[in-house]
């Protein structure tokens, strides 16, 4: 079957065809929490409103551009179970790949992890992703939560993300207007699910 993974699921790419994502460019970012679980915050009169959970991954959001030279972020949004953003790859140099929290490179046991291509926008993502599960975890054991930790089988984000390749300025200013206004069209958004309102 093509495009399947293990002969089971469908698993075929949305990347564009030929483009180097660890190249120079502004991409547009949608992450999505696993099951699209409402627990990075609510809306409330057209305004985002951060849960505990929804701080931690804000703190971890904005810290993967503080250790990535080469990551610079245009515009944001949290949403109550996504986040929008416009990412630009700017490289200059060459800077090592930096981890999150008590994210690793390596398995246990020394073998290496699928490789992504360092400085790259699958690169930062898996960085982000670990980063956050590593922060909620910390969370949930100083508050004594009694729900399940977050780990390689049960993510905190799906396991996969959208990226649009951003190739204009009309492009550009049309994304950044439709995150800038997320919170205030929540209502209408494809992520809302009323069963968890």
Known sequence: M???FCNKYR?????FPGWNYAGNGMYYLTLVTQDRDCNLGHIADAKMYLSDFGEIVNTEWLKSFDIR???ILDEY????NHIHAIVKISKRG???VDTHGRAYLQDIDGRAYLQRLPKSISSFIGGFKAG???KIDDFIDEKHLRIPKYNKNN???QHNYHDHVIRNREEYL???NYIIQNPKNWDKDEFNNPQDD
């Open 69 to 71: 030279e080469e990551l």
């Open 94 to 96: 060459n800077w090592p």
């Open 155 to 157: 993510h905190f984000f």
């Open 2 to 4: 093509s495009g399947s």
């Open 77 to 80: 949004q949290i949403m109550p």
């Open 132 to 134: 956050v599960n590593s």
């Open 174 to 176: 049309k994304i950044k």
């Open 11 to 15: 698993s075929e790419s949305h990347r």
